[in-house]
Structures are given as C-alpha cells and as structure tokens.
C-alpha cells in the first residue's frame, strides 16, 4: 500500500481532481523543475477527456495557474479569480511567479479526438529559452483524484511503505482484521503511522472533515445561477432555509434524508463554482461523502463526540478507497462515473457502517453493496461542466450508501460476491465501456439535451 487517507482526501478547487487539481499540479510540477529565468516560450498540448471536455472543467485555467506555479492545494478562490483575469487582460502568465511570458486560453492546443499511451488525461508541456532551444519537454498524465505521473518516471511512493498492515486487496484487509482482533479503521489507522504520528493524523483528518464543513457553508451561501452558460440556478441556499424552518436543531429522524441531500447539493454546487472543497476521491463525488458523514454524525450515532464518529468514518473510508485506487480507478475518463461516484458511495458506505458498529465482514459488504449497484454508471456531462447529471448524482448515490450500510447491518457479513469481485467487474465494465461514456462529452446527456 502506498497511497493513505491524505492522498485520497486533499483540498483542492473545483471542479474538476482529474481535470483541473491534477493539469495545475502538472504544470506546477513541469514549472517547479526549470529556471523560471530562463523560459521565453511556453507550449502546451491537451489530450483525450482534458481537450475534449477541459473548458467546461477549468482545466485551461488551472494549467495557466500551474504554469504560475499555484497548487490546488494553497490556492483560494479569490486568487483563482484575480490571476485568471489578469491573465485574460494581458495575454501573459508569470511563469512560477517570476516574470511574465505572452501566453494564454487561446494559445493552449487541444486535441480531444487523440489519446495519449498510458491514459485519456494527457497533457505536454514544453519550455523553450530566447533562442528557441528546449528547456524541457514532458509529458504528464492526470489519473484522478488530482494524482499525475510524468511520463517515464515513477509516481511518487511507488514503492510500498513499511506498513504495520500492508494489503493489496479487501481479502487481506479482512484478514488483518481478524488475525489482529481489529476494525478496518484500526488497520488503517496503524498504516497511517507509517508516515506520521497518530496525534498527527488525527490533526489531518479533523482538518479534512473542518474543510468539507467549510464547502458545505459556502455552497448554502451563493444565491443564483451556476457558472458555465448551462443557467443552473443554485438550490443550496434555498434548501437550508427549508430546513432551517422545518428543523432548527438538525436532529429531526423524519428530515434526514433532506439534510443529507442538501449537503450533497451544497459541496457540489461550491465545486461546480471552482470553490474550495475536498476531493473525496475526486472533485466530481466529493459531495458524497460529507453527506454520509453528516448522517453519521447527526442521525447515525449523535451521542457519540464527533471526532470519535469523524476519524474511524474517514479512515475506513480511505481503506476502501485505497482498493480501488489500486485495483481500479476513480477516473472518470478512464472508467466513467462508476469509478468517481461509485467508489465514492461504496467508500462512504463502509465508514458510515463501520461507526454504526458493524464487523470488519460487514463493512466490507456494505462497500460491495453500494458498487454493486453504481456498477455502469456513465460520466456523460453536459456541456463538459461538473452540474448535469454530476450535482443530483452525488446526492442520490449519498443516499445509495446509507441504505447499503443499512443492508449489511441487517445481515451478518456474509454475502454472495465479494468487494475484490466487486471493483474487478468495475475495472472491467470500464475497459468495456464506449469512450462515449467516459468524460468526453460525446454521448449520453451530453448530446441528447439541448444546452440552454
């Protein structure tokens, strides 16, 4: 295992963790290695699902963005706002902060019809000095969740860390679990100490959950349309004052199931607006799992101190996610929304049963459970933006995992097919899959309704 509960959880801007977080830090990345003094000309090539549906994702803006060395993870909304305006205005990037070059959208190469070797998210970044000679030519690949590799180099930990628990698959998992006496969050837990301490992770993870908290509020706070073109207006703001009237404490059983929509409503309304949220496991599910935690913490067990339902939900959240990283993918241009949504729904699913109470077998049927049935499920945006089916879609999959944790509490952990099984017919049906379906804008929604 080489990939934890910081790698699947990071902070970012939206819309988009394969098409806005990962381009900025690709070209941060390709920025950060040169002599910013010595670059005159920039030049920069999109691939597949980032040339195809990149306007509509941000991804123009946030390579320009990189290309002035800013990462997702330090950027605010605000400055996002301000440098791509002042980009607009002159025709220049500041190449890592350092001194302006003409460079612009326009001058950003796209290429939607052309799939790089290793992966549908590719982009080429090349910097040229005064002479017109080479400074360095890459290329990177945005593989989801806001992770990139650089062509013929090694993702950063390749190599396993010298975890208490290492596994590879949900069979191990379970076997650590029982072998120790332990709950996957235990298991995960422990691994994470590999790296940092417990104080440490516990800090990270309650800063993570203080995040999603944080795009929950300023999603309730826009009034208005969306941006994009699409005329989506904004249902948060409106939504909380419902149920504000309706429900003042938040602790109304009869209520839950809007609460926990309008939590989905809100992060992805707040990511479809390029705001600051979590990528949970990528920009495009990241409603899903604050939604799930909500009902966990409000609904689920509200006896029960929040950072004790906050820390074992993420953690177990991660160890699921951590499988289908590695045996799958949560990319939708590589597998479709099955992989960013589904995985998603299937992660929140074993956090909210693991703090209900339920068995490390139990857990893992409730994450099978809610895969089980996103199995299939298209990227097919319209207008490439992050609001068409994307937004609904991550509250109705919200609710798709409180109801499979609720399944596999109600059984004793036994179940017919397997979560392994389970994300290895994902990993196939997306290899299966029509490009058409995978983040490219051409089939699905996308075409079969008029954007207005």
Same mark, same amino acid.
């Given at each position: 295992?080489?990939?934890?509960?910081?790698?699947?959880?990071?902070?970012?801007?939206?819309?988009?963790?394969?098409?806005?977080?990962?381009?900025?830090?690709?070209?941060?990345?390709?920025?950060?290695?040169?002599?910013?003094?010595?670059?005159a000309?920039?030049?920069?090539?999109?691939?597949?699902?980032?040339?195809?549906?990149?306007?509509?994702?941000?991804?123009?803006?946030?390579?320009?963005? @990189?290309?002035e060395?800013?990462?997702? #993870?330090?950027? =605010? +909304? /605000?400055?996002? $706002?301000?440098?791509?305006? &002042?980009?607009?205005e002159?025709?220049?990037?500041?190449?890592?902060?350092?001194?302006?070059?003409?460079?612009?959208e326009?001058?950003?190469?796209?290429?939607?019809?052309?799939?790089?070797?290793?992966?549908?998210?590719?982009?080429?970044?090349?910097?040229?000095?005064?002479?017109?000679?080479?400074?360095?030519?890459?290329?990177?690949?945005s593989? @989801?969740?806001?992770?990139?590799?650089? #062509?013929?180099? =090694? +993702? /950063?930990?390749? $190599?396993?860390?010298?975890? &208490?628990?290492?596994?590879?698959?949900?069979?191990?998992?379970?076997?650590?679990?029982?072998?120790?006496?332990?709950?996957?969050?235990?298991?995960?837990?422990?691994n994470?100490?590999?790296?940092?301490?417990?104080?440490?992770?516990?800090?990270?993870?309650?800063?993570?959950?203080?995040?999603?908290?944080?795009?929950?509020?300023?999603?309730a706070?826009?009034?208005?349309?969306l941006?994009?073109?699409?005329?989506? +207006?904004?249902?948060?703001?409106?939504?909380?004052?419902?149920?504000v009237?309706?429900?003042?404490?938040?602790?109304d059983?009869?209520?839950?199931?809007?609460?926990?929509?309008?939590?989905?409503?809100?992060?992805?309304?707040?990511?479809?607006?390029?705001?600051?949220?979590?990528?949970?496991?990528?920009?495009?599910?990241?409603?899903?799992?604050?939604?799930?935690?909500?009902?966990?913490?409000?609904?689920?067990?509200?006896?029960?101190?929040?950072?004790?339902?906050?820390?074992?939900?993420?953690?177990?959240?991660?160890?699921?996610?951590?499988?289908?990283?590695?045996?799958?993918?949560?990319?939708?241009?590589?597998?479709?929304?099955?992989?960013?949504?589904?995985?998603?729904?299937?992660?929140?699913?074993?956090?909210?049963?693991?703090?209900?109470g339920?068995?490390?077998?139990?857990?893992?049927?409730?994450?099978?459970?809610?895969?089980?049935?996103?199995?299939?499920?298209?990227?097919?945006?319209?207008?490439?933006?992050?609001?068409?089916?994307?937004?609904?879609?991550?509250?109705?999959?919200?609710?798709?995992?409180?109801n499979?944790?609720?399944?596999?509490?109600?059984?004793?952990?036994?179940?017919?097919?397997?979560?392994?099984?389970?994300?290895?017919?994902?990993?196939?049906?997306?290899?299966?899959?029509?490009?058409?379906?995978?983040?490219?804008?051409?089939?699905?929604?996308?075409v079969?309704?008029?954007?207005?």
């Open positions: 295992m080489s990939i934890g509960v910081f790698d699947l959880f990071t902070v970012g801007i939206g819309p988009s963790s394969s098409h806005t977080v990962g381009p900025m830090r690709a070209a941060s990345d390709f920025v950060s290695r040169l002599e910013p003094a010595q670059v000309q920039l030049e920069v090539h999109l691939y597949g699902s980032l040339a195809a549906t990149g306007r509509g994702h941000g991804t123009l803006s946030a390579v320009l963005l @990189g290309l060395g800013h990462r997702p #993870d330090e950027i =605010l +909304p /605000a400055t996002v $706002e301000a440098r791509i305006a &002042a980009i607009r002159t025709r220049a990037v500041r190449v890592a902060g350092d001194h302006d070059i003409a460079f612009c326009d001058d950003i190469i796209l290429h939607p019809l052309t799939e790089l070797p290793a992966h549908s998210n590719g982009l080429r970044l090349t910097a040229r000095n005064a002479a017109g000679e080479t400074l360095d030519d890459a290329v990177y690949y593989t @989801g969740g806001g992770f990139i590799t650089r #062509d013929g180099e =090694l +993702p /950063a930990q390749a $190599e396993p860390l010298p975890v &208490a628990f290492p596994f590879e698959s949900a069979a191990e998992l379970l076997a650590h679990c029982e072998r120790e006496d332990l709950s996957i969050s235990d298991v995960q837990r422990r994470e100490g590999a790296e940092r301490g417990d104080e440490e992770t516990v800090r990270g993870i309650l800063h993570i959950a203080s995040v999603m908290g944080e795009s929950v509020e300023s999603g706070s826009r009034e208005g349309m941006p994009g073109g699409l005329n989506v +207006p904004r249902r948060a703001p409106a939504w909380r004052d419902r149920l009237a309706a429900d003042p404490a938040g602790a059983p009869a209520l839950w199931q809007e609460w926990v929509n309008f939590v989905a409503l809100a992060v992805n309304e707040e990511n479809a607006s390029g705001g600051r949220i979590v990528t949970a496991p990528t920009n495009g599910a990241a409603g899903i799992i604050p939604a799930v935690l909500h009902y966990a913490i409000h609904f689920g067990v509200p006896e029960r101190p929040r950072e004790e339902v906050i820390v074992p939900f993420l953690l177990t959240a991660a160890a699921v996610g951590v499988l289908y990283k590695a045996r799958a993918s949560i990319s939708g241009a590589e597998v479709g929304c099955q992989g960013e949504v589904g995985s998603a729904s299937s992660m929140a699913a074993a956090g909210l049963a693991e703090v209900l339920g068995t490390p077998r139990q857990v893992e049927n409730a994450a099978e459970i809610a895969m089980e049935h996103n199995l299939g499920l298209t990227c097919d945006p319209i207008g490439g933006l992050v609001q068409i089916p994307c937004i609904e879609r991550n509250a109705i999959a919200a609710a798709k995992a409180i499979a944790a609720k399944m596999a509490l109600w059984g004793d952990g036994t179940h017919k097919v397997s979560l392994d099984e389970v994300i290895a017919t994902m990993r196939e049906t997306g290899r299966d899959m029509s490009s058409k379906y995978k983040e490219t804008a051409l089939g699905g929604l996308a079969n309704v008029v954007e207005c």
